[in-house]
């Protein structure tokens, strides 16, 4: 009976014979199942770091499932890992310890990959290896006189054996766990470029990354936005106090759409055609749901200390952010007036809201879009 389909992607490890990191992302993109792995001994002619076989534990218990691979010959017979890899082909199986079909994969099953690797197993002799039999079959038997005589009774030699065989299992496993601590560091050194990657480093790093451009880093800011600082830090030096930085600061700390309009006066007021501010900031007059406010300007003042920032229309930043409206425009005025250089003022305003023109009863229908 073949395997149920949840398994394709486990076979394909097998198959293909992933390295261990691309496996774990592997597992985590396609079928997002817990996913470990298990370090074996390798065999001789094996390559180290690929999937040899994946075990599946069940999270209700019981017995586990595995997926194991065969290589084998043009005419079915098996291959040696000695045997060029384009002579072989890897057919898989997905089997049960019962023998019973396999059931359906639960998303809560543990995914172990077994890896192979070279442990300190292969500096002992091949008793311990399991390489060589514990008991050597090549004793010439005596006769049956002297069997009676000399040898010990047979009860006593499968003892013999069978406690050469126990012993060599507490060494192999001994061994093990260093291969376990040598394996572990090895992977600590191979992570050692990623601590330098804003995007995967550990959260404990952001700081010292930003200190390598003199970037102050808020800790009180969300994981993403420290992180999104720091990969930009080069940048957002570069454009701070122009048009692209304020915007790309805002975009980065609020995800609000921005647009920065350089040059441009704030509304002039004008006696008995303007709105007064009730509020004493954008916030406030937003939760007052008061209109644009008018402001007076200085006429000696030059067009080149005045900017606004455009937002988008007041029903879509309602939609967007909700309750947290409030707090993401005190937010944005903050940014701006950190960013902005200290001789020039600005005016935060909302772009006006376009509506569809009503239909006429005598206008023809609009063509349709294609």
Do not use: C
């Given at each position: 009976?073949?395997?149920?389909?949840?398994?394709?992607?486990?076979?394909?490890?097998?198959?293909?014979?992933?390295?261990?990191?691309?496996?774990l992302?592997?597992?985590?993109?396609?079928?997002?199942?817990?996913v470990?792995?298990?370090?074996?001994?390798?065999?001789?002619?094996?390559?180290?770091?690929?999937?040899?076989?994946?075990?599946?534990?069940?999270?209700?218990?019981?017995?586990?499932?595995?997926?194991?691979?065969?290589r084998?010959?043009?005419?079915?017979?098996?291959?040696?890992?000695?045997?060029?890899?384009?002579?072989?082909?890897?057919?898989?199986?997905?089997?049960?310890?019962?023998?019973?079909?396999?059931?359906?994969?639960?998303?809560?099953d543990?995914?172990?990959?077994?890896?192979?690797?070279?442990?300190?197993?292969?500096?002992?002799?091949?008793?311990y290896?399991?390489?060589?039999?514990?008991q050597?079959?090549?004793?010439?038997?005596?006769?049956?006189?002297?069997?009676?005589?000399?040898?010990?009774?047979?009860?006593?030699?499968?003892?013999?054996?069978?406690?050469?065989a126990?012993?060599?299992?507490p060494?192999?496993?001994?061994?093990?766990i260093?291969?376990?601590?040598?394996?572990?560091?090895?992977?600590?050194?191979?992570?050692?470029?990623?601590?330098?990657?804003?995007?995967?480093?550990?959260?404990?790093?952001l700081?010292?990354?930003?200190?390598?451009?003199?970037?102050?880093l808020?800790?009180?800011?969300?994981?993403?936005?420290?992180?999104?600082?720091?990969?930009?830090?080069?940048r957002?030096?570069?454009?701070?106090?122009?048009?692209?930085?304020?915007?790309?600061?805002?975009?980065?700390?609020?995800?609000?759409?921005?647009?920065v309009?350089?040059?441009?006066?704030?509304?002039?007021?004008?006696?008995?055609?303007?709105?007064?501010?009730?509020?004493?900031?954008v916030?406030?007059?937003?939760?007052?749901?008061?209109?644009?406010?008018?402001?007076l300007?200085?006429?000696?003042?030059?067009?080149?200390?005045?900017f606004?920032?455009l937002?988008?229309?007041?029903?879509?930043?309602?939609?967007?952010?909700?309750?947290?409206?409030?707090?993401?425009?005190?937010?944005?005025?903050q940014?701006?007036?950190?960013?902005?250089?200290?001789?020039?003022?600005?005016?935060?305003?909302?772009?006006?809201?376009?509506?569809?023109?009503?239909?006429?009863?005598?206008?023809?229908?609009?063509?349709?879009?294609?």
């Amino acid at each position: 009976m073949p395997a149920p389909s949840d398994y394709r992607y486990l076979e394909d490890l097998v198959r293909i014979g992933y390295p261990v990191r691309d496996a774990l992302a592997f597992v985590a993109r396609h079928i997002g199942n817990p996913v470990g792995y298990r370090l074996v001994e390798a065999l001789r002619g094996e390559k180290i770091g690929l999937v040899r076989a994946v075990e599946i534990m069940p999270s209700a218990g019981g017995e586990p499932t595995y997926v194991r691979g065969q290589r084998v010959l043009p005419d079915g017979s098996p291959a040696s890992y000695f045997t060029p890899d384009d002579l072989v082909t890897t057919i898989t199986e997905v089997v049960t310890p019962d023998g019973r079909p396999p059931g359906a994969l639960n998303p809560k099953d543990k995914v172990v990959l077994h890896i192979p690797v070279k442990g300190y197993l292969r500096y002992l002799p091949g008793l311990y290896q399991g390489a060589v039999p514990a008991q050597r079959r090549d004793i010439v038997r005596a006769d049956e006189v002297s069997a009676r005589r000399w040898e010990p009774p047979k009860k006593d030699t499968l003892q013999s054996a069978e406690v050469q065989a126990f012993n060599a299992d507490p060494l192999r496993r001994f061994l093990f766990i260093y291969q376990h601590i040598m394996t572990t560091i090895t992977d600590r050194i191979d992570q050692v470029p990623a601590l330098i990657d804003p995007g995967v480093t550990d959260p404990r790093f952001l700081p010292w990354l930003a200190s390598w451009v003199s970037f102050e880093l808020d800790s009180s800011l969300p994981l993403h936005q420290q992180r999104e600082l720091t990969r930009r830090a080069i940048r957002l030096y570069r454009t701070r106090g122009t048009a692209p930085g304020v915007e790309e600061m805002i975009r980065v700390l609020t995800s609000a759409p921005v647009k920065v309009l350089e040059l441009r006066y704030p509304n002039h007021f004008v006696l008995g055609k303007s709105t007064l501010s009730g509020g004493n900031d954008v916030s406030q007059r937003y939760r007052l749901g008061e209109p644009g406010a008018h402001f007076l300007v200085e006429p000696e003042r030059a067009r080149t200390t005045f900017f606004s920032v455009l937002l988008e229309p007041m029903p879509a930043f309602k939609r967007r952010f909700g309750e947290r409206a409030v707090e993401v425009l005190a937010r944005i005025a903050q940014i701006v007036t950190n960013e902005k250089p200290a001789h020039i003022t600005f005016t935060i305003l909302f772009a006006p809201t376009v509506s569809a023109p009503a239909a006429t009863p005598n206008s023809p229908p609009s063509a349709p879009k294609r």
